[in-house]
């Protein structure tokens, strides 16, 4: 099993020692872990302040780099990131990544016009329909302009906070040819997606993408793909994973993707 989604304390939003995440990895018998904490570059937070949310990159990559000697006969560790994508931060956030040995980087759109998704400003006086047009549409644009990512985290993150503010949170059938577009995108500049699993967690009853979004990237040919729980608790650390690998077999995948020096490897599926 490979968990390619683990915050630790270096988000944030999560108090996880990373040597604790280790041990439970280990136990669970993971064989390969991504960290993938979160940089979120100029972005509103409570107390009207407007800030780069992220880690001490040199602190986060020597203590990684550490545990992946210490754990190496145990356990695999990859270093990488979750890089809020915005096209106004497309620069700096090129600049980081380019700067640090990342193996692996998520793009993830958490925000619009520079405001957390989580806040629920997105969903203020809009119906359903208008907040996924405003969110699929900052998505066009930045899968059409920036390269800077292994795979896409969380495509439909949107659902998941929109939860809060309508009775129903499916795709309506013009997100759908929003998503049709994102995805030929994605794939024809070799990119890939992540499936990620906290989706059943959050009430979605699925993974993020839902099913339907899967099935639709492999009709169009998508073949990279990753699987993460997007744990911030040692309880959520392989959670579900197993149960996605099923459903991708179910859909048609042969493998799923790994990265090292942000290079992709496939590995079969079991
Ligand atoms: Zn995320
Ligand atoms: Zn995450």
């Known amino acids: 099993m490979f968990d390619y989604h683990v915050h630790t304390s270096f988000s944030n939003d999560c108090k996880m020692p990373v040597e604790e995440i280790i041990k439970r990895g280990i136990s669970l018998g993971i064989q390969e872990i991504a960290f993938t904490d979160h940089v979120e570059l100029n972005v509103w937070r409570p ?22 000697t210490k754990y190496k006969n145990q356990i695999s560790i990859k270093i990488g990131v979750e890089m809020g994508l915005q096209l106004e931060e497309k620069d700096r956030i090129n600049q980081l990544i380019c700067q640090y040995p990342f193996d692996f980087v998520i793009g993830s759109s958490h925000t619009i016009d520079g405001h957390d ?19 699929f549409s900052e998505v066009i644009k930045i899968v059409e302009a920036m390269e800077c990512y292994s795979v896409y985290g969380h495509l439909d993150l949107v659902r998941r906070y929109a939860l809060k503010s309508y009775a129903n949170v499916e795709l ?9 577009w994102i995805l030929k995108t994605i794939i024809e500049k070799g990119k890939g997606i992540e499936v990620n699993t906290s989706g059943y967690r959050y009430g979605l009853g699925g993974t993020n993408p839902s099913e339907e979004i899967l099935q639709l990237y492999k009709k169009l040919g998508g073949e990279v793909i990753t699987v993460g729980s997007d744990a911030h608790r040692l309880e959520h650390i392989g959670f579900r994973i197993k149960e996605t690998y099923e459903l991708l077999k179910e859909i048609g995948f042969k493998y799923i993707t790994v990265f090292d020096q942000r290079e992709p490897k496939f590995i079969k599926l079991p």
């Open 172 to 180: 309506e059938d013009v997100d759908k040819d929003m998503i049709q």
């Open 47 to 68: 107390g009207d302040l407007v800030m780069d949310d992220m880690f001490d990159a040199d602190v986060y990559i020597k203590k990684m780099q550490e545990i992946q």
């Open 117 to 135: 998704l989580y806040y629920g400003k997105l969903f203020h006086e809009k119906s359903k329909e208008e907040a996924y047009e405003r969110y």
